[in-house]
């Protein structure tokens, strides 16, 4: 008899592990795969020495993370001068510094007053405004103006609030943050994705793990197990009969899975809910080997850890619809990440890593590397040359990797309005289900997808309220 059982070594799954180990709980956690980490994993996927995360590579929600920045976690944080660069046809580049003054003096005067009047309430707060965001509504907020503000704003569509920006550095700048939304940038609550990424570029840069996301799946495993906690990999969960008893089980698995999983134990009622639950489009992802680092045209490009490849908002934008709408274009927005240029645990000396991804509609077995590769040699001329070798992973191949990347869906599910606010679907306690044993804590419930452990952490709670 376990007092408690977690379902899924993810981050959220090692959150929740931890506050339940934390009030004196020593869960058992029970991961599919041969290690835990999820989303959080690196390995040499192309040659030997070339060291590429699978999945997520820049964190900031790590670190803005109210749960996460509490645990002593043996870990590093790298850093790149420059949090985002977004290179355009002109052969400039537009950057994210952590300082706003710094960014706002490449943009001309009237977006730098723009940008500051949208983002500095917000980054002057970021270390009450997180809390807040990274969570269920809250019924009665601690912050209910800066709360209010951050609504107002964050309910309309990206498109919208761009509008302020008369020129493209801004215009890209913001569009390119909002595009991890990944729903369409005229779509209602878009915006909020692009202050809340821009706000943590600017509260605590975009940083990569020292060794690669799995460093943050190690400390993490690593400290619930120093809290009495024991883990047990190679453990697929199919059926509630496949766990030993326990008070409570939290699952950090998406609610289709739930519902696969612990679908007697629910009421039918509640297993068509999970059963509604909407996905969102998916990935399809490129890490490259590379024989020196990416050679871009505009030199800020070279400074920051995440590179936006897509230009123009509009052309990002075309793509983002599209393929929300079940297509693809030749011109994807592009998500580079170039993790060697800073950590040099991540490449043999002299060598590189690439990793990059764009957005595909759910489930597309498409191969998008021309396309991708194409985007990139279009602001960096001679990139294709330096590639040495090469891995793809397509939406599908994403799911049979991590099950809870359904249809290559990264975010745990569609952040289209109502369903990013209320996940899996609106209710008072989204954590908890009608059976008093079981708990879903994946980034299908709030605040949704990202490495920061928060889904985790409010369904541990949950538990500890409702079953202890
Ligand atoms: C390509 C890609 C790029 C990303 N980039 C970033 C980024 O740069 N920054 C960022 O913050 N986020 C990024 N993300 C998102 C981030 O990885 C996820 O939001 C995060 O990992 C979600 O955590 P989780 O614990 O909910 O689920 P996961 O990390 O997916 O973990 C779920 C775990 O549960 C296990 N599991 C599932 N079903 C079962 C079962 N039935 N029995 C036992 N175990 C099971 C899985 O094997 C997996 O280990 C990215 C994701 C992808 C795929």
């Not at 959220?12 to 009030?23: E, H, P, Y």
């Not at 977004?86 to 537009?94: E, I, S, V």
């Not at 008369?166 to 943050?177: M, N, S």
């Not at 509009?314 to 950590?343: C, M, Y």
Request: glycine share 10%; hydrophobic share 45%.
């Amino acid at each position: 008899m376990h007092d408690a059982i977690v379902v899924g070594g993810g981050p959220n799954g090692l959150a929740a592990a931890i506050v339940l180990a934390r009030a004196g709980v020593p869960a058992l956690l029970l991961e599919a795969a041969d290690t835990v980490g999820g989303g959080t994993r690196t390995r040499e996927l192309t040659l030997p020495g070339f060291r590429h995360d699978v999945c997520s590579a820049i964190h900031p929600m790590a670190l803005v993370s109210p749960f996460l920045k509490t645990l002593p976690l043996n870990l590093t944080w790298v850093e790149s001068p420059y949090a985002i660069a977004h290179p355009l046809d002109d052969g400039t580049a537009a950057v994210v510094e952590q300082s706003l003054d710094a960014t706002t003096r490449r943009l001309g005067r009237d977006d730098a007053r723009a940008w500051r009047r949208l983002m500095q309430p917000f980054v002057d707060r970021a270390d009450v405004l997180f809390p807040e965001i990274l969570g269920p509504v809250p019924l009665v907020p601690r912050h209910p103006f800066l709360l209010a503000r951050f609504g107002l704003l964050g309910l309309r569509s990206a498109t919208a609030l761009m509008r302020r920006f008369k020129f493209d550095a801004a215009r890209a700048l913001f569009g390119g943050c909002a595009a991890h939304a990944i729903i369409p940038p005229n779509f209602a609550g878009s915006a909020s994705f692009g202050i809340a990424m821009a706000v943590s570029a600017h509260a605590v840069g975009w940083p990569c793990a020292r060794g690669g996301s799995e460093s943050i799946a190690r400390a993490m495993a690593d400290y619930f197990i120093s809290l009495g906690g024991t883990i047990k990999t190679g453990r697929r969960v199919t059926s509630m009969r496949d766990l030993p008893p326990s008070r409570a089980v939290i699952f950090d698995v998406t609610p289709r899975q739930l519902a696969a999983i612990a679908g007697d134990a629910l009421p039918p009622r509640y297993v068509r809910k999970l059963q509604r639950f909407r996905y969102g489009p998916g990935v399809f992802k490129i890490d490259w080997a590379l024989d020196g680092p990416i050679p871009w045209r505009a030199k800020e490009c070279a400074g920051a850890l995440t590179v936006h490849v897509g230009g123009r908002v509009e052309d990002i934008a075309e793509h983002e619809s599209a393929i929300w709408n079940g297509r693809t274009t030749r011109k994807p927005f592009v998500l580079v990440a170039q993790q060697s240029l800073f950590d040099p645990t991540r490449a043999p000396a002299g060598k590189h890593t690439g990793w990059a991804y764009c957005h595909v509609p759910n489930g597309s077995n498409e191969d998008m590397t021309e396309a991708i590769e194409g985007q990139i040699e279009r602001f960096a001329p001679g990139f294709r040359d330096r590639i040495v070798a090469r891995r793809t992973m397509n939406a599908a191949q994403f799911e049979a990797y991590d099950a809870n990347v359904v249809g290559g869906d990264i975010g745990g599910g569609a952040n289209t309005l109502l369903q990013f606010v209320t996940r899996p679907f609106p209710s008072l306690d989204p954590y908890a289900t009608p059976n008093r044993r079981i708990y879903i804590g994946s980034s299908s419930t709030p605040p949704g997808g990202g490495v920061h452990g928060m889904c985790g952490y409010h369904a541990a709670q949950s538990a500890l309220k409702h079953s202890f």
